[in-house]
């Protein structure tokens, strides 16, 4: 059953099937596998079938637009109005969306059918996927590993064949890492490309939302539908947006990749390291140039990512207080019990941790040592991927330093989680688009690459990506319980 | 940096969140470890390098002051905790 978008659409505009149909065969798979998976947190059953019956008489005047009638689904991050937006957050339970996101605006403006909500750690804090209100996801590769995290149940949705593609977003790596873990393509775009109203804030100046797909092709479509200039965020770019299905089929002939010498150093798993290198000839074949180039200061961007995102989440959560929606604890005493108590209930362990270190770093007296500090790091780190990219086109490396681990196998030690994101939260800090696309397994699970592309550079990052499951199938793979 | 537990306490004040009394030394073993970790920015000297907050070194941009948005009061209180004749409604402030 797997299917990617590009076939839907195929699949739609020739007759073969309507959107009722697809719709319906997706419903009918979440009602299957999803109590195995818990990528979903909630199921819009009713609206998709109405949207799918709008899309199939759009598709019979013989007039769609991009996604018309392609089933899909979104991280419960993003708001959706009618719709419970939960955040993976008992603070967020209760909360129906009074409006939608700007990226879910303009997928259902082209003609996309939501089947549902996605499961995710809680306001996006996590590499595992395990600090959801709403219970862990499973890899579907194999159900005692994680999926990833933030964007976990998107990813391992999209996997699984429950949906064809799905939207994430990534503040340190939230879409690259679970793609990686879970073997299907993902892309974070440039700061500020996709609008961020309406997707619930964690890391303001590191938030950019993204798709997840089969294939790069699939990404494409996607990237396409949801980019672009919004006045409603006040860090979106107007830049214009390229056509990424059209440059998808440009050779990579001659183009420069640089491989980051930090990022196939100590603490990457060395049988990943030969699946990425395998991946690396390809390439190499294809007709790309591969160099060896350097990022100093890769070391510094875990201490100084934690830094800058537990400061921004202390000041964005601060809006969660019990008094205009979400939880509101029993019986509140005064107005500051209410406050301490409705938070206190509301959010889970690791949501509390990083509002603590955030609030500490805020606070008086400590603001210079830990966020101007991060702050002047996060230069630094910016600055060697601008000299990095004076000598290539494109940068290249491993998403993630291990395959998918064991589920629980971290959850006592919050800072072995974070180095988890190692190779993915630099470009966060510098803004950067990343992608992340499937090369090989270890152990039966999946082993991401990923390609770092210069600002707003993403149709050069689909098009290598592309160019690439042109002459391998890893993408098209299917985990067998799912298949 | 080590933090003790009247720091978590006092750190827990300021963010507006109860923590059980019992978890407070998971707390300080937690982000004693999280602060040990950020410790590792100070290997580098940093001085006179210019911090940077928005990654593509962008300002704010500004626009015409005119009324965007319509009142939606009624629906956004649907989903609100307590209201009442259009307020919302908290515990008294003023005695």
Not at chain 1, 31 to 59: M, R
Not at chain 1, 68 to 97: E, Q, W, Y
Not at chain 1, 149 to 166: E, K, Q, T
Not at chain 2, 48 to 57: A, R
Request: aromatic residues 8%; proline residues 5%.
């Amino acid at each position: 059953m797997p299917m990617t978008v590009t076939e839907i659409r195929q699949g739609l505009a020739s007759g073969q099937f309507s959107s009722v149909e697809i719709t319906r065969d997706y419903l009918q798979r979440i009602a299957q596998h999803n109590p195995a998976l818990n990528c979903f947190i909630s199921v819009t059953e009713d609206l998709a079938l109405q949207q799918a019956g709008a899309a199939d008489a759009l598709l019979a005047q013989g007039n769609p637009g991009l996604l018309t009638g392609v089933p899909l689904a979104h991280k419960d991050l993003f708001c959706t109005d009618g719709v419970k937006t939960s955040c993976g957050s008992r603070m967020l339970d209760n909360f129906i969306a009074p409006y939608d996101a700007t990226a879910v605006e303009r997928i259902r403006d082209a003609g996309a059918v939501m089947l549902g909500k996605t499961n995710m750690d809680e306001f996006a804090m996590g590499s595992s996927n395990e600090n959801s209100w709403y219970g862990n996801v499973a890899n579907p590769w194999n159900t005692a590993h994680v999926p990833g995290g933030s964007s976990g149940g998107s990813a391992a949705a999209v996997a699984a064949g429950l949906a064809p593609a799905a939207t994430g977003t990534d503040t340190g790596g939230s879409i690259r890492q679970p793609a990686a873990l879970c073997g299907v393509t993902g892309i974070k775009p440039t700061y500020g490309r996709v609008s961020r109203y309406g997707m619930i804030a964690f890391g303001s100046s590191l938030d950019q939302g993204g798709p997840f797909a089969r294939s790069a092709a699939d990404c494409a479509l996607l990237l396409q539908a949801m980019s672009g200039f919004d006045a409603r965020d006040s860090t979106s770019s107007d830049t214009p947006v390229d056509d990424y299905s059209a440059r998808l089929e440009q050779g990579i002939e001659g183009l420069k990749i640089g491989l980051p010498k930090e990022y196939f150093a100590e603490g990457l798993d060395s049988r990943l390291a030969r699946v990425i290198e395998t991946a690396i000839d390809e390439l190499r074949k294809q007709g790309a140039e591969i160099l060896d180039i350097s990022l100093p200061n890769t070391h510094l961007s875990i201490p100084t990512y934690y830094v800058v995102a537990m400061a921004e989440c202390s000041s964005n959560l601060s809006r969660f207080d019990g008094v205009r929606f979400g939880h509101r604890c029993e019986n509140p005493v005064d107005l500051e019990d209410l406050y301490k108590r409705s938070r206190g209930e509301g959010f889970g362990a690791e949501v509390k941790r990083r509002i603590l270190i955030g609030t500490y770093a805020l606070s008086a007296g400590y603001y210079d040592a830990y966020y101007l500090k991060a702050q002047q790091l996060r230069r630094m780190i910016k600055n060697d991927f601008q000299t990095a990219f004076d000598s290539v086109d494109l940068i290249l490396g491993p998403t993630t330093p291990e395959v998918a681990f064991k589920i629980g196998a971290k959850t006592d030690d919050p800072v072995s989680m974070y180095l988890q994101d190692i190779y993915t939260i630099s470009l966060n800090l510098a803004g950067l688009p990343g992608l992340s696309l499937p090369v090989g397994f270890v152990d039966g699970l999946p082993v991401g690459m990923q390609l770092i592309g210069n600002y707003f550079d993403e149709a050069r990052l689909l098009q290598v990506a592309h160019r690439y499951q042109q002459v391998s199938d890893w993408h098209l793979q299917a985990p067998e319980a799912f298949s | 940096m080590t933090l003790k537990s009247d720091d978590v306490r006092s750190i827990a004040h300021l963010a507006r969140l109860h923590i059980e009394e019992d978890a407070v030394d998971h707390y300080v073993d937690d982000l004693s470890s999280i602060l040990a970790l950020v410790e590792q920015m100070n290997q580098v000297d940093s001085q006179g390098v210019e911090p940077l907050s928005n990654p593509l070194d962008a300002t704010q941009r500004l626009r015409d002051d005119n009324v965007t948005e319509v009142n939606q009061r009624d629906k956004f209180q649907q989903i609100a905790p307590d209201v009442a004749e259009g307020l919302y409604r908290v515990p008294r402030v003023i005695e």
